[in-house]
Structures are given as structure tokens and as C-alpha cells.
């Protein structure tokens, strides 16, 4: 393996099945760094981050992490093709020559068998005439897939955590980039189950805790480096964002959008403006909302995408044909070795003064500001209004720690 591994993650809060991938990768990797991308306030799923992203990266950095480095808001909040090739641009271009991930199946061969398949000149025609039958788009994809590679290739498309790692393959392809790939067995609680298994809780699960004010259950089921920082955001009242806090903003919103504003979002295709803009005016919750405009056709999650887009004031034309620069969260001893390294032949800017964004080109102050309004939108989704002010993110500075974060 190679001397930078490179994750993509959200770290949503970071939990200990987050725990087991970085020491795994430790194990096997000694001599290595650890480089996550990660998401900023606002995640794939379409929803506000439970915790900021300064937060959520000390945590990662107190778990083993050496450099954490932001994953564009345009990219976070894409589909699964797009989150794996913002992520997979942002560790490239950090130097990171071996890519780590979980997986369900645990099997490379098949995981890179479909991420060829999806970049096959054949798959569009076929991806199209399984739409055809009116199945949900992820269904379509399993089923051209096993159409042109098999079923056992296919099968990988029907787990998250494999098909995250498929469309990070398949865009590491794409860019002309051939990471050696270090898959690490998923264990404990499945991706958004419910419970505890064998001390083990999804992300999904230790958000429902937060939200339902149950700190030191939630704690619990963080890894003990991550305990004091939980507990000091939630003093400060930086935790358990939602879009539920800001409902009526959300759905003023989207009542003041028509339906071609809709169709400027990204995935926004096959009359689904039509639907989204009826469900606009009769919606009187944002679950509502998801209720009225979700079919079999259009998955719960690209609704919940497309209103978090929408609620963002952003379109498709927000999204740069590549990441512009990297933004440094946070960082140890190591990690600051590491931006050494590759000072000179990063090929973007490297960010770790809010301030130097001013410096940068214009399509890359753009993206900044952008981040910025985010941020700021993210404070109104808090459960109170005391921190919902504005500007924090001209003055987050990376955190610093002196050392790697646990003793491997």
C-alpha cells in the first residue's frame, strides 16, 4: 500500500464503526497517512449535518485521522456518482494513492467489475431501457448492470456502503486514476438501522438519540476521544441540526420558486419539476413535502436532495467541472507533513485561512462564498436561535493537533 490513504466520509457524527476503518487501515498501512474528504454542513442524504464540520473533523483527528479536508458543498450533496468523484478529485489531488472504504461484500473483483461496467459505451442504452419499465433509477442500474456483467457484479449495487465504493471506482476511472483499493469489512449495525449491535450504532441511529435530547446515550456510542467534544457542542448549542427547525423558511422557498426554477436543479428530469412544484404549494412540512412530490420512480432520497438544493438557493450550474481548491479542517503533525509534501505539486490551491479565499481565482471564490451561505443557513436549522449568526465561517481556522489522535 502507499504512503497516503485516502477516505471519503461524512463522519456524521463519528462514530465507531469510523473507529474500526482508520485503525484497520492502520493495521495494514503503519507507515501511513490517513486523509479523509469529508462533507461540510450539509450531507448526501439531504440533510443539514448533525454537527459542524470543524466539530466532526477534531473528532476524526482524535480517532486517527491525519488530515481532514472538506468535500465541496456542490459535490457533498450529489448523488453517489457525484459525492464519489468530488471525494475522489479532493484525495487525488492530496497526493492520497490508495483509497479505503467499507464494504459489505468485501470482494474488489466485483466492486471493480461494476464500477467498469457503469463506464461501458453500452450501459447508457441499457440504463435506458430498464427505466423504461418505470423501476426506481437505483433498480434500473442494478438490473443493466447484471445485464451486461452478471449478477454477481450487479449484487454490489444493492448495499450503500458497496455502491458508494463502486462509484468511487468507477470516477477514479474516469479521472484517469488507478488507486490501489484497500476494502475493509463493514461490522456491527448496518447503514441506518435502528439499535445498538455489539456496542455498535449507525450514524443514523446516534442522530435520532440527539435528536430526541438523549446526549448521553449518544455519547455512549461514540468512540471515548469523541465524548467531550460532543458534549461541548451541545453546550454551545451547535448540535442536532435539522431542516425541521426552519420549516416555514424552507417552505417560503420553495412557494417562490416556478417550475423552471425547479428543473435548474441537478437530477431534476422527466417532469419531476411538475411534481415538485405542485408538492411546493399544497406541502405544509418539509415530510410532508417528501411525501407529495416521492413515487416509485423518484426515490425519497433525491427528494430530499433536490429540496436541500433548492432550500440552498443553489442550481446545477453551481457545480464546477472540478474541485477548485483543497480547504484544510484540520490537521496533526502528520497531517501538516503532508501539505508539505504536496505543496508543489498539488494541482489547486490549498486553503487554510478562510482570508486567503480572497486570493483565489473567481470560479473558486464563488464556491467559498457559497460554502460560507451554507454555513450560515446550517445555523438556522439549530434547535434554537442563539447561535443561528451569521459569518462564523470567515474566522474557522483548521484545528491543529500536535500528534496522531490514538496510539495504534
Keep these: 500500500m502507499g504512503q497516503t490513504v485516502g477516505i471519503i466520509a461524512e463522519f456524521d457524527p463519528f462514530h465507531r464503526g469510523h473507529e474500526y476503518l482508520i485503525r484497520t487501515v492502520r493495521q495494514r498501512c503503519p507507515e501511513a497517512a490517513v486523509v479523509a474528504a469529508m462533507s461540510g454542513h450539509f450531507t448526501q442524504r439531504g440533510t443539514p449535518a448533525a454537527l459542524r464540520p470543524h466539530a466532526r473533523a477534531e473528532m476524526a483527528l482524535g480517532c486517527g485521522a491525519d488530515l481532514v479536508l472538506e468535500l465541496p458543498l456542490p459535490w457533498a450533496i450529489s448523488s453517489a456518482e457525484g459525492f464519489g468523484r468530488g471525494g475522489v478529485e479532493v484525495l487525488a489531488a492530496a497526493g492520497a494513492d490508495t483509497l479505503a472504504f467499507g464494504s459489505e461484500s468485501n470482494r474488489p473483483e466485483l466492486l471493480k467489475a461494476a464500477a467498469d461496467c457503469l463506464l461501458r459505451p453500452d450501459f447508457p442504452a441499457s440504463l435506458k431501457g430498464q427505466l423504461k419499465s418505470g423501476q426506481p433509477f437505483a433498480a434500473a442500474r442494478q438490473g443493466a448492470v447484471a445485464e451486461l456483467a452478471g449478477e454477481e457484479a450487479a449484487a454490489v449495487l444493492s448495499t450503500p456502503n458497496d455502491t458508494l465504493g463502486v462509484s468511487y471506482l468507477a470516477a477514479a476511472h474516469s479521472l484517469g486514476r488507478e488507486p490501489e483499493i484497500l476494502t475493509v469489512p463493514r461490522t456491527g449495525a448496518a447503514h441506518d438501522a435502528a439499535g445498538v449491535v ?97 413515487t416509485k420512480r423518484y426515490a425519497h432520497a433525491r427528494i430530499r436532495r433536490l429540496l436541500l438544493w433548492a432550500f ?35 494541482p489547486v490551491p490549498i486553503l487554510t485561512k478562510p482570508a486567503a479565499a480572497r486570493r483565489m481565482t473567481e470560479e473558486a471564490r464563488t464556491l467559498f462564498a457559497l460554502e460560507q451561505r451554507a454555513g450560515d443557513l446550517w445555523r438556522l436549522c439549530l434547535p434554537g436561535l442563539e447561535r443561528s449568526a451569521g459569518g462564523q465561517g470567515w474566522t474557522e481556522n483548521p484545528v491543529i493537533l500536535p500528534e496522531p489522535g490514538m496510539d495504534f
Excluded at 446515550?217 to 451541545?234: D, F, K, N, S, T
Excluded at 448549542?237 to 441537478?266: I, K, N
Excluded at 484540520?330 to 503532508?338: E, I, K, L
Design 198 to 294: 455489539d456496542g455498535t450504532a449507525s450514524a443514523s441511529h446516534i442522530r435520532s438519540l440527539l435528536r430526541a435530547g438523549a446526549i448521553g446515550e449518544a455519547a455512549a456510542l461514540l468512540p471515548a476521544a469523541c465524548r467531550p467534544i460532543l458534549y461541548r457542542e451541545q453546550g454551545m448549542g451547535l448540535t442536532s441540526a435539522s431542516l425541521e427547525h426552519c420549516q416555514r423558511g424552507v417552505l417560503y422557498r420553495l412557494r417562490m420558486m416556478q417550475e423552471g426554477d425547479f428543473l435548474a436543479l441537478p437530477d431534476c428530469s422527466e417532469g419531476l419539476e411538475h411534481r415538485l412544484y405542485r408538492a411546493a404549494r399544497q406541502a405544509a412540512s418539509v415530510e410532508e413535502f417528501y411525501a407529495l412530490a416521492k
Design 312 to 346: 440552498l438557493g443553489m442550481t446545477a450550474a453551481d457545480r464546477p467541472r472540478s474541485v477548485p481548491y483543497l480547504r484544510v479542517l484540520g490537521m496533526n503533525s502528520r497531517g501538516q507533513q503532508v501539505l508539505h509534501r504536496i505543496k508543489k505539486t498539488c
